[in-house]
């Protein structure tokens, strides 16, 4: 069974920096892709950073120059860095991740969405 475990939300001072994790667990062939994504509430959740197979990177505009997404191919495992925080950073924290399994149905393999469980990172002084 396929599992995306996240880590290292928290409650962090503006200015201040954490670190996210997200390890995929499981039997699978590959990651296609994997991104971050946020929601505060009341607002509706929004993609923050994406890394592809070939390691490109997209942000959303509000956190670019501030937050980097990385992944450690060998671990399975997307992180991000997210640095000079701010109020408006306050959110659950999900990964995403895009992976190619076996479909014993089909005799091929496919791609599969996944989410992670979701961490709590809150900005406040």
């Known amino acids: 069974q396929v599992q995306l475990v996240e880590s290292g939300g928290g409650l962090v001072q503006p200015g201040g920096s954490l670190r996210l994790s997200c390890a995929v667990s499981?039997?699978?062939?590959?990651?296609?892709?994997e991104g971050w994504y946020r929601q505060a509430p009341g607002k509706q959740r929004e993609l923050v950073a994406a890394?592809?197979?070939?390691?490109?990177?997209n942000y959303v505009d509000s956190v670019k120059g501030r937050f980097t997404i990385s992944r450690d191919n060998a671990k399975n495992t997307v992180y991000l860095q997210m640095n000079s925080l701010k109020p408006e950073d306050t959110a659950v924290y999900y990964c995403?991740?895009?992976?190619?399994?076996?479909?014993?149905?089909?005799?091929?393999?496919?791609?599969?969405?996944?989410w992670g469980q979701g961490t709590q990172v809150t900005v406040s002084s």
């Open positions: 995403n991740a895009d992976l190619w399994q076996f479909d014993s149905g089909s005799g091929s393999y496919s791609l599969y969405d996944y």
């Open positions: 499981g039997s699978i062939r590959s990651i296609n892709a």
């Open positions: 890394i592809d197979s070939g390691g490109s990177t």
